[in-house]
């Protein structure tokens, strides 16, 4: 996580104070372990308070200015990009429904039957599902798979499965596997530019944790809610374990969602509407269906775990929960030392709950 590798912050507070924080100044606004030695953890000796900044979220404690953060030597980077569908012959073979195209989603379980061994090979990969133009059919396409530290033989090896099960439902998948020499390369070649931000749909995530692939059962549970969801919408997916090792942090020396520490997927689906709509009572209706509908389906699937909070539903249930976790008392404790009076706000920002919008949302905020 980036959090973990940032060693100072610059920040200006709500009262207009120009501070640093790191581990010696201001510490709870960055990180408090008074025992420890900086990224060193002493299991013996609590933590007295999470740090606010580093992992927190956005738009709660202050304006950052500059951000230091720690370095690393350069290393070869293998990306490898592929896409696949089922033909408009072979969906002859199926009723056009939502449950249809069972090749090809017995392609996409054996593929997410191996996210945990891939993540913790180092893997990152970032994918996408969406309806393709043969009716009732979707296309899936890698944005990369990206293999930091690994040769092409060694990502070639790690596909080899996919692409063999694929081979075995009639579906090809040909990958085109490069190397490059350094990390930026590899990002510029295989990540691409997106737009975010559509005034017209509604978005949310969830992540999905390590042990909904602990057995056999729990492992078609989680497909069969990813599958249901998905197979009437669209999917951006993320393989990716954010570990602790790389970042020389335990999982209290940041304030990072803790469910970050036990996830292997990170999933973000949505609904869309008609851009022309100005109704916000039919837009809401939406935006509650698509929150109590796929997103609970996901939520029942994965208790306990959360949501990424950049790309989340902002109207999630519990979203102290989901986006903080067990950490969200602390850092609003931090919150109302730094910001007392409520400068900074955001929906589902830490302090949230202090302020009410108008009933149609749009109206001036109101002390709770």
Not at 95 to 113: C, M, R
Not at 169 to 195: D, S
Not at 237 to 249: E, H, Q, Y
Request: glycine share 8%; aromatic share 14%.
């Amino acid at each position: 996580m980036a959090a973990d590798q940032v060693l100072d912050y610059e920040v200006v507070l709500a009262n207009g104070r120009f501070v640093t924080a790191n581990h010696d100044t201001n510490s709870d606004l960055f990180w408090v372990c008074l025992t420890c030695s900086p990224f060193q953890h002493c299991a013996s000796t609590p933590l007295t308070a999470f740090q606010a900044l580093r992992g927190g979220g956005g738009s709660a404690f202050g304006v950052v200015v500059s951000v230091t953060v720690k370095a690393y030597p350069d290393i070869p980077v293998t990306i490898s990009t592929f896409n696949f569908s089922v033909s408009e012959t072979d969906m002859t073979k199926y009723a056009v429904s939502d449950y249809s195209n069972d090749d090809f989603w017995a392609v996409i379980k054996h593929y997410l039957s191996l996210f945990p061994e891939h993540a913790d090979a180092g893997i990152y990969s970032y994918f996408n599902i969406f309806p393709s133009a043969v009716a009732g059919a979707q296309t899936f396409t890698m944005l990369p798979y990206f293999a930091p530290g690994k040769s092409v033989a060694e990502v070639d090896a790690l596909l080899a499965s996919l692409v063999s099960t694929a081979a075995a439902h009639g579906i090809a998948i040909t990958p085109n596997t490069v190397q490059y020499p350094g990390f930026q390369q590899a990002w510029a070649a295989g990540f691409p530019k997106e737009m975010v931000g559509l005034w017209n749909t509604q978005s949310g995530s969830r992540l999905f944790p390590r042990k909904n692939w602990a057995t056999d059962a729990s492992f078609d549970t989680t497909f069969a809610a990813v599958r249901k969801v998905v197979a009437s919408s669209f999917l951006i997916g993320f393989n990716i374990a954010p570990t602790l090792a790389a970042g020389g942090v335990t999982a209290d020396e940041t304030a990072v969602n803790p469910a970050w520490r036990e996830t292997v997927f990170h999933a973000i689906t949505g609904t869309l509407w008609d851009p022309s709509l100005r109704d916000f009572s039919v837009i809401d209706q939406y935006r509650s269906n698509f929150t109590n509908g796929p997103m609970e389906e996901w939520r029942q699937v994965t208790p306990g775990a959360g949501a990424y909070l950049a790309e989340a539903d902002t109207f999630e249930p519990d979203w102290r929960q989901a986006f903080y976790g067990y950490k969200y008392a602390e850092l609003y404790s931090i919150k109302r030392k730094y910001d007392p009076r409520g400068v900074f706000f955001a929906e589902t920002a830490v302090g949230a709950e202090d302020w009410k919008a108008g009933d149609d949302r749009l109206g001036r905020l109101c002390r709770v």
